[in-house]
């Protein structure tokens, strides 16, 4: 059975910095795309940073420069540092995986999600 398990979420100030994490288990595949995605009230889930079956990494431009997605392919934990945070970044942020190598920005191409984690930045 497959799980993922978000965690880290939390309050902090504008310009300050979280970690999320997600462990994955379950997982039969050796290499499989993995995302972040959130989720603010009222609006769409938007994908903010991908890693492919090979490392490869995307981000949306809204997080570019500022957020790092990685992987512990020893410990299937998937991370999200986020830094120099905005009140704009304020959702619920939600890891996902799917068993193919690339990824897609279309949150419905993933297959397995985790419940979430709240994430508020303050002004």
């Known amino acids: 059975q497959v799980r993922l398990v978000e965690s880290g979420g939390g309050s902090v100030q504008a310009g300050g910095s979280l970690r999320l994490s997600c462990a994955v288990s379950?997982?039969?595949?050796?290499?499989?795309?993995m995302g972040w995605f959130r989720q603010a009230l009222g609006q769409e889930r938007e994908g903010v940073a991908s890693?492919?079956?090979?490392?490869?990494?995307s981000y949306a431009d809204s997080v570019k420069g500022r957020f790092i997605i990685s992987k512990d392919y020893a410990k299937h934990i998937l991370y999200l540092q986020m830094n120099s945070l905005k009140p704009e970044d304020s959702a619920t942020y939600y890891c996902?995986?799917?068993?193919?190598?690339?990824?897609?920005?279309?949150?419905?191409?993933?297959?397995?999600w985790g419940q979430g984690t709240l994430v508020t930045v303050s002004s």
């Open positions: 996902a995986a799917t068993p193919t190598f690339y990824c897609t920005w279309t949150a419905n191409r993933y297959r397995d």
């Open positions: 379950g997982y039969t595949y050796s290499s499989y795309c």
């Open positions: 890693i492919s079956g090979g490392g490869s990494t």
